[in-house]
């Protein structure tokens, strides 16, 4: 009996094993993964941290990612690290929310944004006025080519149609940053599989059949940018999601809960 048992018990694990595969390897991979990005980020080698929390319906925790290709994309000679996190995976279809155009998490990220301008200040004019095009560039560089084009697609879009601007804010547990709300035309994500790509280790694989790949779309984004002279760098918090609605979710649920802490030096 007891071994009948035991039988049973092992046969169960495998199978949820099997069924979960797709989002255990992906927290197994992106710990680690992260973890070593996180210890080489902007924000190691100049003393702070950005702490920010995780969110129901988004993935279990924030990665960290050095977009060591921004500079030569750019022309801009800046280092940037990028924090994110994105939809959570649907353990009935084992994939991120990231691919399903009925979720309020379609094409979604939140995080931060830390970059370091050799010899100026990343976003920010002379007089210290918020530059959009700076900002948006960090935004289209991440989603465009780390997201859209790892995925296959070679005609990438992200265009800023509108935006406002409010500034000398309260936020992330001190004063002087500037939010940018903007509508975005970008691509979305959900596209056909068709062969493995390494993205497939994060998000797992698209398990959806869609008509078009890629389809354009409206996205909403929002920004909370500033200079912080101490250490150097220009930090912006952000959220990019499929409706004005989610962006103020986010927001009100994660973004506004983050906090620029720094780094106590190790004895």
């Not at 095009?133 to 800023?160: S, W």
């Not at 398990?207 to 779309?217: A, C, G, K, P, R």
Request: aromatic share 16%.
């Amino acid at each position: 009996m007891k071994k009948v048992i035991v039988i049973a018990i092992i046969a169960v694990a495998a199978a949820l094993v099997f069924w979960f595969f797709y989002p255990l390897r992906s927290y197994a991979v992106m710990s680690v993964y992260s973890a070593q990005h996180s210890a080489d980020s902007v924000m190691e080698k100049n003393g702070f941290s950005v702490d920010m929390p995780a969110g129901e319906g988004w993935y279990p925790f924030v990665m960290t990612y050095n977009a060591d290709g921004f500079k030569g994309w750019s022309g801009i000679d800046a280092d940037m690290s990028i924090m994110y996190s994105f939809g959570a995976f649907d353990f009935v279809t084992r994939t991120s929310s990231i691919y399903d155009g009925a979720s309020d998490k379609y094409s979604s990220f939140y995080g931060a944004y830390a970059v370091q301008e050799s010899g100026g200040v990343f976003g920010f004019s002379d007089d210290g006025d918020i530059e959009v095009d700076d900002v948006a560039l960090a935004v289209r560089y991440d989603y465009t080519q780390l997201v859209i084009a790892d995925f296959g697609c070679g005609d990438t879009a992200f265009a800023v149609d509108e935006y406002s601007i409010a500034r000398g804010l309260e936020y992330a547990g001190s004063g002087g940053w500037t939010r940018v709300d903007a509508t975005i035309t970008a691509n979305g994500a959900a596209h056909n599989y068709a062969g493995y790509k390494t993205p497939y280790l994060q998000y797992g694989r698209p398990m959806q059949t869609v008509e078009s790949d890629f389809e354009i779309l409206t996205l909403y984004g929002r920004v909370y940018a500033k200079y912080f002279d101490e250490y150097d760098c220009t930090v912006m918090i952000y959220v990019i999601a499929p409706s004005a609605m989610a962006v103020q979710d986010c927001d009100d649920a994660i973004l506004k809960k983050t906090q620029i802490i720094e780094n106590q030096a190790i004895a």
